[in-house]
């Protein structure tokens, strides 16, 4: 009987280690796979990248950064829903895994769905870990925005650029928050300093000519517009610039 037992341990042993060594070569295996599609997604090759990424999922499907690759992958192909399925499937293998969170919160933002984007930004903000906060912020600012609750988007647009002053999204958000809310002297500053920042910003110099025109500085809202055109001539907001320099002339 003692024989038996032991030959019995033995054999377990053997199949736990034996178990152990096989996972870990499935996990390299995966790690080949994923680093690759990771340089696919480098390139802007995501139909590439997909093949690698879903070839790891079929080798080890528990690694939660290539859930994070899928759900950018995915995004990257407009295919939202199962972008919020592998992101989701990030944060339950590792809950505290915070880029993860800000990625489905960006596909809920991208889906439209502000209420869920606005739960996964702020689970991270209070993250004192989390190295770069001003995206969830801005990201919450956005989600405000688009509720048409103004007061909570110049909040965190406000916060974000208490970490980073000249971050060029939470200017150009919080400058389009304040001509919503009609603060047009409010937008102009704000705008104002995008532009200085980044004068090649076409957007930024756009919603600039807006917050000119909304407080009556029709000859700079006409320059800042013709400066969309000289930025970018083929763009759909060089289009829109033409026809509010029409109007204002």
């Known amino acids: 009987m003692k024989t038996n037992h032991l030959v019995l341990s033995v054999?377990?042993?053997?199949?736990?280690?034996?178990?152990?060594?096989?996972?870990?070569?499935?996990?390299?295996?995966?790690?080949?796979?994923?680093?690759?599609?990771?340089?696919?997604?480098?390139?802007?090759?995501?139909?590439?990248?997909?093949?690698?990424?879903?070839?790891?999922?079929k080798i080890y499907p528990k690694d939660p950064l290539l859930q994070n690759d899928l759900g950018l992958a995915y995004m990257a192909k407009g295919r939202l829903d199962l972008a919020v399925k592998h992101f989701t499937k990030a944060v339950k293998l590792k809950p505290d895994y915070a880029p993860a969170k800000n990625n489905l919160g960006t596909a809920y933002v991208a889906k439209r769905e502000w209420d869920m984007a606005i739960s996964c930004f702020k689970e991270i903000i209070d993250d004192i870990l989390?190295?770069?906060?001003?995206?969830?912020?801005?990201?919450?600012?956005?989600?405000?925005?688009?509720?048409?609750?103004?007061?909570?988007?110049?909040?965190?647009?406000?916060?974000?650029?208490?970490?980073?002053?000249?971050?060029?999204?939470?200017?150009?958000?919080l400058g389009l928050t304040y001509i919503a809310m009609e603060r047009a002297a409010d937008a102009v500053v704000i705008l104002e300093k995008a532009v200085k920042n980044y004068p090649r910003s076409a957007e930024a110099?756009?919603?600039?000519?807006?917050?000119?025109?909304?407080?009556?500085?029709?000859?700079?809202?006409?320059?800042?517009?013709n400066k969309v055109i000289e930025l970018a001539p083929d763009s759909a907001i060089a289009v829109e610039a033409r026809k509010e320099i029409k109007n204002l002339q």
Request: one cysteine or more; aromatic letters at 16%.
């Open 130 to 173: 989390y190295a770069t906060p001003h995206y969830p912020l801005t990201n919450l600012g956005w989600a405000y925005y688009n509720k048409q609750e103004y007061e909570l988007a110049e909040k965190y647009y406000r916060e974000a650029l208490k970490l980073e002053p000249n971050f060029i999204i939470a200017l150009r958000g």
């Open 205 to 225: 110099c756009f919603y600039l000519a807006r917050a000119y025109s909304l407080s009556r500085e029709y000859e700079k809202a006409i320059k800042a517009y």
């Open 11 to 57: 054999f377990l042993i053997f199949c736990i280690v034996s178990c152990a060594a096989n996972i870990e070569m499935r996990k390299k295996q995966e790690e080949a796979s994923r680093n690759l599609g990771e340089a696919y997604m480098q390139q802007g090759d995501f139909s590439s990248a997909l093949r690698e990424l879903l070839k790891a999922d």
